[in-house]
């Protein structure tokens, strides 16, 4: 079958949709980008077009005569409870509609603390934190969707981000900006302890393929990511690359990182929670989609170095 010049729809503008957006397009296919607004910056050759993908009939809309609907949405933590369970309703119910595929972004809160175990796929989902809990509640309604015959749906699930156009992450803009500058970088928790991260790039390689196979739909797939270093190591890779080991502003505790403002109230009271993540070892295994679609994770150095480059370039402009 044929499938250059599909349309593929990407809900959400951030990092991910517009990566992806670029990854699609050198594989000939046809990328409508979906936000609120309709405005902002994106990849030569690809559409966007403003809508709302809280409401039905508009995402609806937005999907007709789509190969594939990807949700690279996000909302605020706070926002949650009411924004991802109608998001998800509303592109499971788009792609049964249209009779695209839906493939979902998703994160690794569901799994909850791990103790260092490695994550796979067959690992349970026993998070006991909300967002934990919401997102384990989330991915067995996209699935089951597919189970039950209503939409096609496979889930992408990435580690922290990092990479070009990323900057609001662990490993973003508390980093590289100043690390560049000479500056202390923030960093979070244990630095020490292994860490898994997702290269953006492979994170959009991971999704396009996922949208791309039959075989990958049912299922949830952990998107390829390097061999798994500790925080403290991947600084050491970026001072190498800039000629000077970066000094290292180190928060441990979440109670530490609201004594010193650098969260907002709301957000530090949402990130609470979750910041066992850089308490104990989180660290993903990514040998079945390895395997299976032959994906494989950009070496540390190299993407590290086109992260660097990114970052430098936006200081120039």
């Not at 981000?161 to 100043?178: D, E, I, M």
């Not at 066992?276 to 994906?295: C, H, K, R």
């Amino acid at each position: 079958m044929n499938t250059q010049n599909e349309l593929h729809v990407i809900f959400g503008t951030g990092p991910v949709g517009l990566s992806l957006a670029e990854e699609l397009l050198t594989r000939g296919k046809r990328v409508r980008l979906v936000n609120r607004s309709g405005k902002g910056q994106i990849p030569a050759g690809a559409e966007l077009m403003a809508g709302d993908a809280s409401q039905l009939t508009n995402a609806q809309e937005l999907s007709q005569g789509a190969a594939v609907i990807y949700n690279a949405t996000h909302a605020p933590y706070e926002q949650w409870p009411e924004v991802l369970p109608r998001l998800q309703e509303n592109m499971i119910e788009s792609a049964a509609a249209t009779g695209a595929k839906l493939v979902v972004i998703d994160t690794l809160y569901l799994y909850g603390e791990t103790r260092g175990k490695p994550m796979t796929e067959a690992m349970a989902h026993t998070a006991t934190s909300r967002k934990g809990r919401m997102r384990a509640q989330l991915a067995w309604g996209y699935l089951q969707a597919h189970r039950v015959g209503k939409a096609r749906v496979t889930i992408g699930r990435a580690a922290d981000f990092y990479g070009p156009r990323v900057l609001n992450s662990s490993l973003g803009q508390y980093v590289f900006p100043a690390a560049l500058s000479g500056q202390p970088v923030l960093t979070l928790g244990n630095i020490d302890l292994p860490h898994s991260y997702s290269y953006m790039p492979d994170i959009s390689k991971g999704l396009a393929t996922l949208g791309e196979r039959d075989d990958a739909l049912g299922r949830e797939w952990l998107l390829p990511v390097a061999p798994t270093i500790t925080t403290r190591q991947v600084l050491q890779i970026i001072g190498q690359e800039l000629g000077q080991l970066p000094q290292i502003f180190n928060v441990p505790t979440i109670e530490q990182a609201r004594a010193t403002g650098i969260f907002d109230e709301t957000f530090a009271h949402e990130y609470t929670e979750l910041f066992y993540q850089y308490t104990e070892p989180q660290i993903v295994d990514s040998s079945a989609i390895e395997q299976i679609f032959g994906l494989h994770a950009t070496p540390w150095r190299e993407a590290l170095r086109a992260t660097i480059r990114w970052y430098q370039e936006q200081s120039l402009s």
